[in-house]
Each structure stands twice: as C-alpha cells, then as structure tokens.
C-alpha cells in the first residue's frame, strides 16, 4: 500500500468508519434510552377528558342558554375539523413515501 500511495486513503478511511461507529454507537444508545409512552394509556385518558369536556358544555349550554357558549363551541369544532386533517394529510403523505421507495436501483454496467 506504501508503495501505491495507498497509505494516506488508508487512514481516511479507518478514521471515517472510526467516526461512523461512534456515531451510530451514539445514536443507538440514545434509542434505546428513550421511554416508551403506552399510546393506548394516554389515548384513554385523553378520550375521558375530551368526553367530560363536551359534557360539560352540554351542560352549560342546557343551563344557560346557547347563545353564551355557541363561539366556544364553533371554536372546538373549527380545531377538531384542522387536527382532523392535519391526520389525513400525514397518512396520504406517508403512503406516497412508501409508493416512492419502491423505485428499483439504478444498474450500473462495468
């Protein structure tokens, strides 16, 4: 390799893999360190929440007239109907990435 030149693209390369595998180390660590959240716990409770939260505005609205909590309500609905497609826009977006990933490689003739 001294002979070829090689010696210096040698080094580069064990240096690179050197950094390459403390940073994938890194980043692994720091993976498997991170909690995990049950989704379906907190799905619950937010469901209870949420259902407790339009029951008291029926309530309300029952007590003290519509008219008093009609901009509330108008509001809730407005955000409900933006989160709702905020979700049908991440799901379209996440099936045409996976309609995108199944290009085949570029063949390359030696």
Known sequence: ????????????LRDANREFDAL?????????????????????ECDKAVSGF??????CVVEYGNAAYMGLINEVNSLN?????????RATLRKAKKDVSKDEPIKIES
């Open 1 to 12: 390799m001294t002979n070829l030149s090689l010696w210096p693209l040698f080094e580069r």
């Open 24 to 44: 994938f180390m890194q980043r692994n660590q720091s993976k498997a360190s991170a909690d995990r959240v049950d989704v379906r716990a907190v799905r619950i």
């Open 54 to 59: 339009w029951t008291a505005i029926d309530y």
């Open 81 to 89: 109907q933006y989160y709702k497609q905020q979700l049908k826009t």
